[in-house]
């Protein structure tokens, strides 16, 4: 039998960047998607194919913005069904516009949505919204296959504190334990259709051996070859509909005796099958949609601003400094997480800077005293050293530091280009997730911040507005000896 499976869609329906390949071409969307999947079906059956998405359907690009279902990205559920999805995991950024809207996608859901360890609060033997189904199981080829769905535990400090009240959030190796001895020996395969990570992935496979497979999300991995631990394979298929993962194996007794998976590059124009008339039609409506909302011209940007794993990068720090200057701060601080693309030197349109910050999220203030100040800079750099937390990005900063016996020290501290007194206090803007998170995102608990009636998004465009964006190539933060 055949597992196709793709993860962390964030309602990317069209060709975009991939990044892996030569001169970055644009590939993917799910007309692409489609034609592959439709080969399959021709390949081996109706019968012999089982599509799963390991969740993350929300957020990303404009489409998330168009209502469908009374929902915002509402429009993914009807992308998916045509693609003929069998079961999608529930991922954090379902969460992104809160309680309700994640509680309509999933009663509005045509594929079942799966997770078992998100129950509600007040009766944790219910799931936490209604329709939501912690497994599923299928009959493909004579093969019955249980699904047990899985989000990551670490939602609650991914989500708004509002959203999250609602439910509890159980440990993903407990909730398939339980799964597990719920299904009994009804299922020949057992497979976790999980929004948990790589690493995490790789822990649940240590911690319950009885899974054959792992279709995982979260980390955005594009895992070639796929792995194994023990006696479970894992397999992660990129992100942004871009690549389509092709599972073959074969069951014999219960047990996986043959595997195989790999990544397909979507090349849009080089398609195995003609797609269907409804997908077509799908991805072509609420194109022009996102068209006539989204092509408008702000600017322009005069260099590259490209994304970063490790350390700031130009596009962090314009994050920075379009929510400093939104508010008149003193400082500027933003989660690298928090930038989701980058930007291309030439005509700034409204959608490019969509791309940048997709998230409803406000600007939002602070007060921190100067040697507060020097704390949470320090506490990025632990952090980051350690890869335990992203980099900080910053703007309206400036900072020097070396390594002394193994940690990192602050050799020089600069807010608007003067030394930072320790008794003064200064105004650092952000944006509202990084305030509710400052525990998390910046080692600080902050007693009251201010939620800004400005959206992040906004506020960029009105910088993009004054005239070009010019990359900041100096970083913020330098190493010395």
């Known amino acids: 039998m055949v597992i196709a499976h793709t993860n962390d869609l964030h309602t990317h329906f069209l060709p975009n960047a991939a990044e892996w390949l030569p001169d970055r071409p644009e590939i993917g969307g799910f ?47 009807d992308l998916l069904e045509a693609a003929g999805c069998d079961a999608w995991t529930f991922g954090n950024h379902e969460m992104d516009r809160g309680w309700r809207n994640a509680a309509v996608l999933v009663g509005a859901s045509a594929v079942p949505v799966l997770s078992a360890n998100l129950h ?20 493909r080829n004579g093969v019955r296959v249980g699904v047990i769905g899985l989000t990551t535990a670490a939602l609650p400090h991914l989500a708004s504190a509002e959203a999250m009240a609602p439910i509890a959030v159980e440990a993903p190796a407990a909730a398939a334990q339980r799964e597990l001895r719920a299904m009994g020996e009804g299922v020949d395969l057992v497979v976790a259709l999980t929004h948990l990570g790589i690493e995490a992935d790789r822990q649940l496979a240590r911690e319950v051996p009885e899974l054959d497979l792992i279709v995982g999300g979260h980390s955005h991995t594009a895992l070639q070859p796929p792995e194994q631990v023990g006696q479970t394979w894992i397999v992660q298929a990129g992100s ?20 195989s998976d790999e990544l397909v590059d979507l090349h849009p124009t080089a398609l195995p099958a003609e797609p269907s008339a409804e997908m077509v039609s799908l991805v072509e409506s609420w194109q022009a949609q996102v068209s006539a909302r989204y092509d408008t011209v702000l600017g322009s940007v005069t260099g590259e601003m490209r994304q970063r794993r ?12 379009v929510v400093r200057q939104g508010v008149g701060a003193d400082v500027g601080v933003y989660n690298g997480s928090g930038v989701r693309a980058g930007l291309e030197p030439g005509t700034l349109r409204r959608r490019d800077l969509y791309a940048v910050f997709p998230f409803p999220n406000e600007v939002a203030t602070f007060d921190l005293r100067g040697d507060e100040l020097a704390a949470v800079v320090l506490r990025g750099l632990v952090g980051e050293l350690a890869r335990s937390r992203g980099p900080l990005q910053w703007s309206g900063l400036r900072y020097q530091w070396r390594l002394r016996l193994g940690a990192p020290e602050l050799v020089r501290l600069e807010v608007g280009g003067l030394p930072v007194d320790p008794d003064r206090r200064y105004v650092v803007a952000t944006n509202s ?7 998390t995102q910046l080692g600080v608990a902050l007693p009251t911040f201010v939620r800004h009636e400005l959206l992040v998004l906004d506020a960029a465009e009105a910088v993009a507005r004054q005239g070009p964006i010019v990359p900041v190539e100096r970083p913020s933060g330098i190493r010395v000896e």
């Open 31 to 77: 007309i692409a998607l489609d034609a592959h999947l439709q080969a399959l079906r021709q390949a081996h059956g109706e019968d012999g194919l089982l599509y799963l998405d390991a969740g993350d359907i929300l957020t990303g690009t404009p489409l998330m913005e168009m209502r469908q279902h009374d929902v915002y990205g509402g429009v993914m559920l």
């Open 120 to 139: 509600k609060a007040e009766r944790p033997a219910e799931p936490a919204f209604p329709g939501l189904l912690r497994h599923k199981v299928f009959v």
């Open 240 to 259: 942004y509909a871009r690549q389509l993962g092709v599972a073959r194996l074969t069951v014999e007794e219960g047990a996986i005796v043959a595997f």
């Open 310 to 321: 490790e350390g700031e990068s130009a596009i962090g720090r314009f994050a920075a400094e």
């Open 433 to 439: 997730f990084v305030a509710e998170h400052a525990q």
